[in-house]
């Protein structure tokens, strides 16, 4: 059985949020989740 974790962030300026998914990467998550309105 695999784990997967992902990692959920607000709805920022898509700068913040592409920082923030490098972030997550790096750190080792699996997806990044956000809400979409």
């Known amino acids: 059985m695999v ?3 992902g990692v959920e962030g607000p709805n ?3 700068e ?3 920082e ?3 972030l997550a990467e ?3 998550f699996d ?3 956000m ?3």
């Open 20 to 22: 923030a998914t490098v």
């Open 3 to 5: 784990v997967r974790f």
């Open 35 to 37: 809400p979409d309105h």
């Open 12 to 14: 920022y300026p898509w």
């Open 31 to 33: 997806s990044y989740w």
């Open 16 to 18: 913040v949020i592409g």
């Open 26 to 28: 790096k750190l080792g």
